[in-house]
């Protein structure tokens, strides 16, 4: 069964420092890794994605994650936070190529990121 | 901008109510996704249909009912909940085979 883990619950950094937030992943095969932010009482919107090939990913808002296979890790990076980051930020692992099946994604239990002035 | 829609934002009702919430895609995504969301939780998966015929149904209980009309289109049909059920339903849609979906902004359900 596939899992994820985000090991912190909270992170708070100050505006323009660096951030990074961890990700580890149980999968049986090549797994389909994401990132995604909600803002408070809003959806989910998708930072990054990574399914194969490079295994640093660039994605919107400045963010990127580097997959590494041998720590089965999918951290995410910011090098200067704005005060418009603070938000609740999952990772989230997908299985496919189940018959007839759509896509299914399975979120770790997410890290809320705190900005301070 | 979401292209996945959903309505209405905000639905407060009773415990012998019924009621519905609505989902909407234009992307020609063919799979459809109702997940249930409690304060402070990730995302739990409830339904996926997928070509418009319902392919997994992570044991939810029957006071929840989803429909998919089109490939457009997914209800979610609401009958004697109970407060527990109070939380964000998000809808979701996504090609099949790339993984990646796309989130409404969710329908805030609060069951008195």
């Known amino acids: 069964a596939q899992s994820v883990t985000q090991p912190d619950i909270h992170i708070t950094v100050s505006e323009g420092a660096s951030l990074e937030l961890r990700c580890n992943y149980s999968?049986?095969?090549?797994?389909?890794l994401f990132w995604y932010v909600q803002s408070p009482g809003q959806g989910l919107q998708l930072l990054l994605k990574y399914f194969s090939g490079d295994t640093l990913v660039q994605g919107i808002k400045g963010f990127e994650a580097e997959f590494k296979r041998s720590q089965s890790s999918f951290n995410l990076r910011k090098p200067s936070v704005h005060w418009s980051d603070a938000a609740e930020y999952f990772c989230?692992?997908?299985?496919?190529?189940?018959?007839?099946?759509?896509?299914?994604?399975?979120f770790g239990g997410g890290t809320r990121v705190l900005v301070k002035p | 901008d979401t292209e996945v829609t959903q309505t209405p934002k905000h639905l407060v009702m009773g415990m012998t109510n019924k009621k519905s919430l609505k989902c909407e895609q234009h992307m020609g995504h063919r799979a459809m996704y109702w997940y249930k969301q409690k304060a402070k939780k990730p995302p739990e998966l409830m339904f996926v249909?997928?070509?418009?015929?319902?392919?997994i149904n992570e044991s939810v209980p029957s006071r929840f009912s989803p429909e998919c009309p089109n490939s457009s289109l997914l209800n979610l049909h609401l009958h004697a909940l109970q407060p527990e059920d109070s939380a964000l339903y998000l809808c979701?849609?996504?090609?099949?085979?790339?993984?990646?979906?796309?989130f409404g902004e969710g329908s805030r359900l609060t069951v008195l």
């Open positions: 979701a849609s996504g090609l099949r085979g790339t993984g990646e979906l796309f």
């Open positions: 999968y049986g095969a090549t797994p389909y």
């Open positions: 989230a692992v997908g299985s496919f190529g189940i018959k007839a099946a759509g896509n299914k994604l399975t």
């Open positions: 249909y997928s070509y418009e015929k319902l392919s």
